[in-house]
């Protein structure tokens, strides 16, 4: 008769241990997860919805390259839509100057979008990257690190400067 308590307490205990969430690794970005900057001194603040990220990342080991982006995807009438900076033969955790990496601003003007996108000077400064224990779907690595630039638009006849930026995002 002993043995039945034990037999009504196993499914219990089975479904307790299939529910158990695998840990999240440690990431060293001091609690912050996310993008953020200054445009023309001003917060930029990223702002996500239902089909909209508010911040993402792109990262093809592949090819080598790197795209971060923080969007305020709420944004109206002359707001800043999307920041995003793209680095090419992207290696790890270094500094990479204006010659590596594409940047843009788009911002919302008269219900068009407006692009930023002829850099003019910078650099981004990945300070951490992991791809370790990286599996089929692209988890368990972050990036982090800290950004500056000027943009211009195509006419070259406004300018915006993002600084003190800084972004942190898992894999």
Excluded at 8 to 18: E, G, K, Q, R, T
Excluded at 127 to 135: A, I, L, P, V
Aim: glycine letters at 8%; charged letters at 20%; proline letters at 4%.
């Amino acid at each position: 008769m002993k043995r039945k308590p034990l037999l009504l307490l196993l499914p219990f205990l089975l479904s307790i241990l299939a529910c158990r969430k695998e840990p999240e690794p440690d990431i060293p970005c001091d609690d912050f997860i996310g993008f953020t900057c200054l445009i023309n001194g001003e917060p930029f603040k990223t702002q996500g919805n239902l089909t909209c990220a508010g911040f993402t990342k792109w990262y093809d080991p592949d090819e080598g390259n790197l795209l971060v982006s923080g969007r305020n995807c709420n944004a109206s009438l002359n707001e800043i839509r999307l920041i995003n900076f793209y680095i090419h033969s992207f290696c790890g955790a270094r500094e990479y100057e204006v010659s590596s990496f594409r940047a843009n601003i788009t911002s919302v003007l008269e219900s068009n979008f407006y692009d930023y996108d002829s850099i003019l000077s910078g650099q981004v400064n990945v300070t951490g990257f992991t791809e370790d224990n990286y599996s089929a779907d692209f988890t368990n690595g972050y990036v982090e690190g800290r950004f500056a630039f000027t943009v211009t638009d195509t006419a070259f006849s406004d300018t915006m400067r993002v600084t003190d930026g800084r972004f942190c995002m898992r894999f």
